[in-house]
């Protein structure tokens, strides 16, 4: 009687198997050869030796993950530390504004953004709850409309006169007051207030549209006034005075200016972390902000970092 291919096979299997083999194959009546399940015997000790080493594996590959995130966090630690470190050997803020960076300094700064960029650890940082807080512009680029603002005020008055002490913003429920201060005489301090409203268009990627712009009623210093300038300081004052209700509550209350429709502009956000905030304009031109206030108690998040 001759045998089929399948017949075939089995036989040739079998005989290459010894009866006293501990290895066993087993084939389905139905099923062709190519479906066959290879049934180990059970030693005893064997399952326990098979779980220890799976066991063993699996915390040798978390052992190996852990320490290349262990790695990875101290170089971020450390670049954002460098960056620090450069914005303050720059002269920080005040030397910003004032253009007395130097070219070394202005492309040293930009060098440790960009290190510290591509360690970011936060994947959507659009919709992070660290996004959210109040937070110190410590750097612009030479496009900057910040920088543009701060460079107007000191090259039309001098510094004896007119000073950009700080800048800052407050995001909230997708929208941001960001706030100049400004010190005049040294003794007679305002703020200019830009109000917008955020839209994620993206998980970096936000369209900011301006909303009102406003100049706060200026609160004067006494003691820092000069004296030659107090009489007049006085008379201005009692002139203030008799000026109709109407007026004076709109001094008072400040001078609002409504900017819907007329400005928006698009950034994204290229780092974000508990500390330090890095956006760039469509232009690439990069802004760092510190945080002022601490994140929310509730905020909790995981950082995780991309392959």
């Not at 900057?144 to 800052?168: C, H, K, Q, Y």
């Not at 200016?257 to 500390?275: A, H, T």
Request: charged share 20%; aromatic share 6%.
């Amino acid at each position: 009687m001759s045998l089929s291919p399948s017949s075939s096979m089995v036989a040739l299997i079998h005989g290459s198997i010894s009866g006293t083999s501990g290895v066993r194959l087993g084939f389905t009546a139905s099923a062709p050869p190519s479906r066959a399940s290879l049934i180990v015997p059970v030693v005893k000790g064997w399952r326990n030796s098979c779980r220890r080493r799976v066991l063993r594996a699996m915390v040798q590959e978390a052992a190996q993950g852990s320490a290349s995130v262990y790695a990875r966090e101290m170089e971020r630690l450390s670049a954002k530390e460098s960056l620090l470190l450069a914005l303050k050997d720059a002269g920080g803020f005040e030397a910003l504004v004032t253009g007395k960076t130097t070219n070394m300094q202005r492309i040293d700064v930009n060098e440790r953004i960009t290190s510290l960029e591509r360690l970011n650890p936060t994947s959507r940082p659009t919709t992070s709850p660290f996004f959210e807080g109040r937070w110190s512009f410590e750097w612009f680029g030479s496009g900057s409309p910040g920088l543009l603002a701060a460079r107007v005020i000191f090259e039309r008055f001098p510094s004896t006169l007119a000073n950009l002490s700080r800048m800052e913003i407050l995001i909230k429920d997708a929208n941001a007051k960001a706030t100049a201060n400004i010190k005049l005489l040294n003794s007679i301090e305002s703020k200019i207030i830009l109000s917008s409203k955020l839209t994620v268009e993206g998980p970096l990627r936000l369209k900011e549209e301006y909303i009102e712009g406003m100049l706060e009623s200026p609160t004067v210093i006494e003691e820092a006034v000069p004296e030659q300038l107090k009489g007049a300081l006085g008379q201005a004052a009692t002139t203030l005075q008799q000026l109709p209700a109407l007026i004076k509550d709109t001094l008072s209350s400040g001078l609002r200016i409504p900017l819907s429709g007329s400005f928006e502009r698009f950034f994204m956000i290229s780092y974000l972390d508990e500390e330090i905030l890095i956006v760039r304009d469509t232009a690439g031109v990069p802004e760092v902000l510190t945080r002022l206030d601490a994140p929310s108690s509730s905020v909790v998040e995981t950082l995780e970092y991309d392959s």
